[in-house]
């Protein structure tokens, strides 16, 4: 089923087409909030309160096409919000992703999936590096595989600015990939 009829039979009280679509992006979502939080359990609960927050204001959105941008937009809001109310509470959200966190990819052999976890891990520890600013580019262009126009849109910047911040972000990844792993370069391909 399409998000477009999805969307729509939920505005229309239909309680499968809610479960189905949470299911379709709950990947997605919990992902961005890892991304922001930095906590698996933290992230679970903002994950949560996106959708939360997407079920209360879908009936006031109608531009079905752009649907994802428009969850991330939402869920990105709410991570901010998050991490606001934890540094008011002077909680640690700096805490590490979880060294053994589980990413399937089928169809790898076991060698093929054991050195794509450590470059994973290697990037995710670059990521912790980088600034704010960088990691959220690097967040929202290259694991959320948004568009410059829609990450344009989503942080209200003019399209130049998202282009040169996501040309800087990626430049300040390389250079932290290769202060942590510096035969990284030769070993991954950089």
């Given at each position: 089923?399409?998000?477009?009829?999805?969307?729509?039979?939920?505005?229309?009280?239909?309680?499968?087409?809610?479960?189905?679509?949470?299911?379709?992006?709950?990947?997605?979502?919990?992902?961005?909030?890892?991304?922001?939080?930095?906590?698996?359990?933290?992230?679970?609960?903002?994950?949560?309160?996106?959708?939360?927050?997407?079920?209360?204001?879908?009936?006031?959105?109608?531009?079905?096409?752009?649907?994802?941008?428009?969850?991330?937009?939402?869920?990105?809001?709410?991570?901010?919000?998050?991490?606001?109310?934890?540094?008011?509470?002077?909680?640690?959200v700096n805490s590490p992703i979880e060294e053994d966190m589980?990413?399937?990819a089928p169809g790898q052999s076991p060698e093929a999936e054991?050195?794509?976890?450590?470059?994973?891990?290697?990037?995710?520890?670059a990521l912790q590096r980088l600034s704010e600013t960088n990691?959220?580019?690097?967040?929202?262009?290259?694991?959320?595989?948004?568009?410059?126009?829609?990450?344009?849109?989503?942080?209200?910047?003019?399209?130049?600015?998202?282009?040169?911040?996501?040309?800087?972000?990626?430049?300040?990844?390389?250079?932290?990939?290769?202060?942590?792993?510096?035969?990284?370069?030769?070993?991954?391909?950089?």
């Open positions: 089923m399409e998000t477009a009829e999805l969307l729509q039979r939920c505005r229309s009280g239909d309680s499968l087409a809610w479960e189905a679509l949470v299911r379709r992006y709950q990947a997605r979502v919990y992902g961005l909030a890892l991304s922001y939080v930095r906590n698996p359990e933290e992230a679970r609960d903002v994950a949560q309160e996106i959708f939360v927050r997407i079920y209360r204001k879908l009936s006031s959105f109608n531009d079905q096409e752009n649907f994802l941008p428009w969850l991330l937009r939402v869920g990105r809001n709410a991570c901010i919000d998050h991490l606001r109310r934890m540094k008011a509470r002077g909680s640690n589980e990413w399937p054991a050195s794509s976890g450590e470059c994973r891990q290697l990037v995710y520890a990691r959220e580019m690097i967040i929202l262009k290259e694991i959320q595989g948004l568009k410059l126009e829609e990450i344009a849109s989503l942080l209200a910047l003019p399209l130049g600015t998202v282009k040169s911040r996501s040309n800087r972000a990626r430049t300040e990844l390389a250079r932290a990939v290769l202060a942590l792993d510096p035969a990284a370069g030769t070993t991954y391909g950089a």
